[in-house]
């Protein structure tokens, strides 16, 4: 699996005594989990940085599957890499359907003949029915045939779509930018569109992420005891600063730090188990 995943702090500020409520305040990168700088408004308050281990995930993971069946000609792509909207990954044989689509299209130009042919017999047959030179089961029998190659015009038109759908399916390109995976099959096997086979790798999109991180019960249980004690003052509408830490200690984006917070923890909405936001 070449999906990048990443093991990260989710830091939230909390001020750790009664009489300050945190508004504005930027977290600084410390020691996840411990207490941190002094509240210059408050000597005697701190502000708390409790942290969990989160993980990064795709926002959107999109399987690439054989829409057709027939055997695998070329791997355009290196796996693993980032690849780009509409990049081509794989290439499956086109010589059999270029020969079907030649076939259809042979097969478009034959009815049109004879939807040719059954037109003008018509135009010929209607004016002598009209003058009694001809019966009207002649007449009949003319505008059975024209409907009859007028229907066959389209189902051959049809068949030629249907043909150039299925050799532009043998091109498999990806439908959105992101990381790909392995290959699961090799150059020189057969595709089956209809069995397991068809499965040839996926695509994770890296924007946006998401971040997932859990808060455990006993967690949550002792935030609010200690809330409801006044031990620590959460912020006004929980509108809590969250920090992504990465494994070196570094805050993750700092410039977009505003939208990640606002849109992992929404004002007057409680933390979750399993709350998600993107970056």
């Not at 498999?172 to 397991?196: C, D, H, K, Y």
Request: overall charge neutral; charged content about 25%; aromatic content about 8%.
């Amino acid at each position: 699996m070449y999906t990048r995943v990443l093991a990260v702090f989710l830091v939230f500020c909390h001020h750790l005594h009664p009489g300050w409520l945190l508004q504005g305040r930027v977290c600084s990168a410390a020691a996840p989990g411990t207490r941190g700088d002094r509240d210059d408004r408050d000597p005697a308050g701190y502000f708390l940085y409790p942290s969990f281990v989160a993980q990064t995930e795709s926002s959107r993971m999109v399987d690439i599957v054989g829409r057709v069946s027939g055997f695998l000609d070329r791997i355009a792509y290196q796996e693993g890499e980032l690849v780009k909207e509409g990049q081509l990954l794989f290439q499956l044989d086109p010589k059999p359907f270029k020969a079907q689509l030649d076939a259809a299209r042979g097969e478009l130009q034959a009815q049109q003949a004879r939807f040719k042919t059954a037109d003008s017999n018509l135009k010929r047959v209607k004016p002598l029915t009209e003058q009694n030179a001809l019966s009207q089961a002649d007449l009949d029998r003319a505008q059975g045939e024209y409907d009859a190659a007028k229907a066959a015009v389209f189902a051959a038109s049809a068949k030629v779509k249907e043909s150039e759908l299925n050799l532009g399916y043998t091109t498999i390109r990806s439908p959105v930018t992101g990381l790909a995976s392995r290959a699961l099959q090799r150059e020189g096997a057969f595709v089956n569109a209809m069995t397991e086979t068809a499965k040839l790798t996926y695509v994770a999109a890296t924007d946006p992420i998401w971040v997932t991180f859990s808060v455990s019960q006993n967690q949550l249980a002792r935030m609010r005891e200690e809330n409801q004690k006044g031990l620590v003052i959460q912020p006004e509408n929980l509108d809590y600063e969250v920090v992504l830490v990465l494994p070196n200690g570094e805050p993750f984006c700092r410039e977009r730090q505003d939208q990640f917070c606002r849109s992992i923890v929404q004002p007057g909405h409680r933390l979750v188990h399993g709350a998600r936001g993107a970056s």
